[in-house]
C-alpha cells in the first residue's frame, strides 16, 4: 500500500473534471487489497477521519475532491476476476476502468452495455454515481447490470450483497455483515419521479434491494470494491443513422414516434422493426459548434438525430425499411444524412457524437470561464415544455449556448458559455431557473451525473426536508461518524 503525503505527490487526486477549487487532503493513500482498504477506513473511523474515494476523477460534480482528511484512490485495484460466458457475467475489481471491462467482453464476443462517454471512468464511479449515457435509452442506467456487490463500511467491516438475497421488508433492510454484525435500515419512502434516468438522492421503492441502495450512493454510505456485472451477446451488426431536418417540430415529432415504437418491442405486430437502443439530438447551435471538425455536416438546418440499433443478418433489411419509412414520413432530409451499418463508419458517428462535448470542455479551457451545465430530465409529456423553456431562457439571454443529448430519455443537457462576468453570474441565474422549471414539471435535478458537492442544495430544493432527513438517517446507520464522502449528496448539517 502506497501512503503519500508530498503536496506534488497528491495534487492531481485534490480535483475532478468539475473544476471544483479548494480541494485539499492530509494524505493519498492506494491500496492493492480490500484488506488493506479495511484496515484504511478503520483506523479513520476510529479518528473521525473524513475519508474521499478517488476513483479516475472523471466526474462533473465534486464527489471526488476533498476537503480535508484522506483519499483513497481504487486505482490499483483494478483486476477482471473473471468473464463467464455461460452465465454471461463478468466479476471485476472497483479500480478496473471502463474500457477494460468492454474489451474483457467484447474477447469473448460478448457485451457490457452500459455507454457513459468518457470511457476511463472506473467501474466503482460507475455504480457509485448509477452512470448511464446514449444506450440507457434501450438497457438503462448501470443499476440494472449489477448482481452482486462487494462494500467496505466505514468502520472497516465487509457487506457481500447479492440482488435478491437482501431486500427490504416492512420498509426496512436487514443486512448481516462479514463479522456477523446484523445492521437494519429503513429505507426512503420517497416516491421517484417518472423518468427513465435519475441518479438524484439515494434509491427508493416499494421493495428495495440492498444493491440499489449502494449504487448512486456517491460514496456516501460504503466503498464499493469489487461487483459481479451481467453482460449480453454481442449484437450481430448495428445500423446508424445521422439524420438532418429542416423543421424543429418534424424532427421532435419523429423522435415521439422512434420512442414509442422501441418501447413497444414486446408488445407492437411483428411487422414493426424500429427498436433504437439510441437516440441522441444536437441543435443548430451544436452542429455549429462542431462544423470545424466535422465539414461535411450541413448547418443551415433546425437540427439533427443520431439513432442506432442493433441488427441480425436475418432482419437487416427489415430495419432499414422501417427506419427509412419513418424517416421520410417525417421530411427528414435523407439528401444529407448519414447511415451506415460498418463498424468504421459507425466509430465516425460515435466520435461525431462525443466530439461536442469534448469541444465544449476547451472551449471553457479557452474562454477562462465556466462552462454553466444541466443535466435534468422529465417525464415524457413534459419534455417539449423543458426545451422549449430552454430555448427560450437561452435566447432571451444572449449567452452563447448549445442544447444536445439523450432525448431518447428526455434528457438535454444545456452548456452556457458566457464570456464575462455579468454573463457568468446570469448563467447561473439561469441553470437555477431551469432546476426549478424541471422540478415543477416532475422531473430530476440530475439524471446521469449525480449530486456531489456542487448540486446538493438543489437536491434539498427537490427533494424537501423530510425526505433528505431520511437520507440522512440511512447515511447515520451505516457510516455513524460520517466519515465518507463528506459534504457529497446534502450538506453535513443533516447529519447531526
Request: hydrophobic fraction near 40%; charged fraction near 25%.
Amino acid at each position: 500500500m502506497q501512503v503519500k503525503t508530498a503536496p506534488d505527490e497528491i495534487q492531481d487526486y485534490l480535483r475532478d473534471t468539475s473544476n471544483m477549487p479548494g480541494g485539499h487532503a492530509e494524505r493519498l493513500v492506494i491500496p492493492t487489497s480490500i484488506e488493506e482498504i479495511q484496515a484504511v477506513l478503520r483506523e479513520a473511523n476510529d479518528g473521525r477521519l473524513p475519508v474521499t474515494i478517488s476513483g479516475a476523477r472523471t466526474g462533473t460534480v465534486g464527489g471526488a475532491v476533498p476537503f480535508g482528511g484522506v483519499v483513497v484512490s481504487l486505482e490499483k485495484l483494478n483486476k477482471i476476476k473473471s468473464v463467464d460466458r455461460e452465465s454471461l457475467t463478468m466479476v471485476v475489481e472497483a479500480g478496473a476502468t471502463l474500457d477494460e471491462v468492454k474489451r474483457a467482453a467484447d474477447a469473448e464476443g460478448l457485451s457490457y452495455p452500459p455507454d457513459p462517454t468518457e470511457w476511463s471512468c472506473q467501474i466503482g464511479g460507475n455504480i457509485a454515481t448509477n452512470a448511464s449515457g446514449a444506450r440507457s435509452f434501450k438497457y438503462g442506467a448501470t443499476r440494472q447490470w449489477v448482481q452482486r456487490l462487494k462494500v467496505v463500511l466505514a468502520d472497516g467491516d465487509l457487506l457481500d450483497l447479492a440482488r435478491g438475497k437482501d431486500t427490504s421488508i416492512d420498509g426496512v433492510l436487514r443486512l448481516t455483515s462479514a463479522s456477523g454484525r446484523e445492521i437494519a435500515v429503513r429505507a426512503p419512502t420517497y416516491e421517484r419521479a417518472d423518468v427513465t434516468k435519475n441518479a438524484s438522492g439515494y434509491f427508493s421503492g416499494a421493495v428495495v434491494d440492498a444493491i440499489d441502495l449502494f449504487v448512486g450512493s456517491e460514496g456516501t454510505l460504503g466503498v464499493i470494491v469489487e461487483a459481479e456485472l451481467r453482460l449480453v451477446r454481442r449484437p450481430a451488426a448495428t445500423f446508424s443513422g445521422i439524420v438532418f431536418f429542416q423543421d424543429r417540430k418534424d424532427l421532435l415529432d419523429l423522435v415521439d414516434a422512434a420512442r414509442l415504437e422501441s418501447s413497444e418491442r414486446t408488445t407492437r405486430s411483428s411487422r414493426k422493426a424500429v427498436d433504437a437502443s439510441l437516440i441522441e439530438y444536437f441543435d443548430q447551435n451544436s452542429l455549429g459548434f462542431i462544423a470545424e471538425r466535422f465539414p461535411e455536416s450541413p448547418v443551415d438546418v433546425a437540427g439533427a438525430v443520431y439513432f442506432e440499433q442493433e441488427t441480425t443478418a436475418e432482419n437487416g433489411d427489415t430495419v432499414f425499411a422501417a427506419w427509412n419509412e419513418l424517416l421520410e414520413k417525417h421530411n427528414a432530409d435523407m439528401e444529407r444524412s448519414w447511415f451506415t451499418t460498418t463498424d468504421a463508419d459507425k466509430e465516425k458517428m460515435r466520435a461525431f457524437r462525443h466530439a461536442l462535448p469534448l469541444a465544449a470542455n476547451e472551449r471553457y479551457s479557452r474562454s477562462g470561464f465556466k462552462k454553466v451545465s444541466t443535466d435534468m430530465a422529465v417525464p415524457v409529456d413534459r419534455f417539449r415544455s423543458l426545451l422549449k423553456f430552454y430555448e427560450n431562457i437561452c435566447e432571451a439571454s444572449g449567452i452563447d449556448h448549445i442544447i444536445f443529448g439523450h432525448i431518447g430519455d428526455c434528457h438535454l443537457h444545456l452548456n452556457l458559455f458566457p464570456k464575462t462576468d455579468d454573463e457568468a453570474t446570469r448563467a447561473r441565474h439561469i441553470y437555477g431557473r431551469c432546476v426549478a422549471q424541471a422540478i415543477m414539471l416532475g422531473g430530476v435535478l440530475s439524471a446521469e451525473h449525480g449530486t456531489g458537492k456542487l448540486k446538493r442544495k438543489y437536491l434539498a430544493v427537490m427533494m424537501g426536508e423530510r425526505y433528505l432527513n431520511e437520507m440522512a438517517e440511512v447515511k447515520r446507520t451505516l457510516d455513524p461518524k460520517g466519515i465518507l464522502g463528506r459534504g457529497n449528496v446534502f450538506d453535513e448539517s443533516y447529519l447531526g
